[in-house]
């Protein structure tokens, strides 16, 4: 779907003088021919290119810092790549606070309930690094054979783990008309990392826009390029990035 929302984000923070990379998923948009096979692909590829990013990005003289803004996914592989030197600040947006196969068995739970029950032994196999051969038709598209080394690979990662090796300033933002993740998610990673700060936006969605409660009005934002993202997601954000850096290793 065409929202804009990152595009959007990144051009209102260079108006407020901050520099911004965006880059495409292995695989996806115009990173498409550096992607591996999709039988090949791993979370750890994910997070070495962030890794590869910042290393680039440290060696440029033209920037004073290098902060990672972690989105939904990218949240937990923003997590692990700040854990190493050269990242002066990290912010989550729309991050879950539990593993991926527990989210994925929480959103399920509002589907009926047979589709609940093929998934569940698929979720155990995985969380135990086992393939599926045999998968329902109803699941393929989720659970096709050639994404679960990926998925395997994802699952091990547990966010709340991973936000509490943080050594540098961390801010936590999530909306409050987020479907697909919660305000609980933020706290589960706030608590894990007391240091971080939280910020909750009222009536933002997990695309940034402004959307209700009401799951078919908030999913037509997702394809509404012209809807402006929350003004208050960019002042909160280019706050903390101004903000003066506190060294947590004193």
Not at 70 to 95: P, R, T
Not at 117 to 128: F, N
Not at 136 to 143: E, R
Not at 224 to 234: A, D, F, H, S, T
Request: proline letters at 4%.
């Amino acid at each position: 779907m065409i929202n804009n929302s990152l595009r959007m984000l990144a051009e209102a923070l260079s108006r407020d003088g901050i520099a911004t990379l965006r880059y495409d998923k292995r695989g996806i948009g115009r990173s498409q021919e550096a992607g591996k096979k999709e039988e090949e692909l791993r979370f750890e590829h994910c997070i070495s290119d962030a890794k590869a990013w910042v290393e680039l990005l440290n060696n440029d003289g033209r920037f004073d810092e290098v902060i990672i803004i972690g989105h939904s996914e990218g949240s937990l592989i923003g997590m692990v790549a700040a854990q190493e030197g050269g990242i002066d600040k990290f912010i989550s947006i729309a991050g879950p606070g539990r593993s991926v196969d527990k989210v994925l068995m929480e959103q399920l739970k509002s589907q009926p309930p047979e589709i609940l029950d093929i998934a569940l032994p698929i979720i155990d196999k995985l969380r135990q690094g086992e393939v599926v051969d045999d998968v329902d038709p109803l699941l393929f598209s989720l659970f096709r054979p050639s994404v679960q080394p990926y998925l395997i690979s994802w699952f091990k990662y547990d966010p709340a783990k991973e936000v509490a090796k943080i050594r540098v300033p961390v801010l936590i933002i999530q909306g409050t008309t987020d479907l697909q993740v919660s305000e609980e998610d933020a706290k589960i990673l706030s608590e894990a990392n007391p240091k971080a700060e939280i910020k909750i936006i009222r009536g933002m969605n997990h695309i940034f826009k402004e959307a209700g409660l009401n799951r078919i009005n908030n999913f037509e934002t997702y394809n509404q390029p012209g809807l402006q993202i929350k003004q208050e997601l960019v002042e909160v954000i280019t706050g903390f990035v101004k903000k003066e850096k506190v060294n947590y290793n004193k």
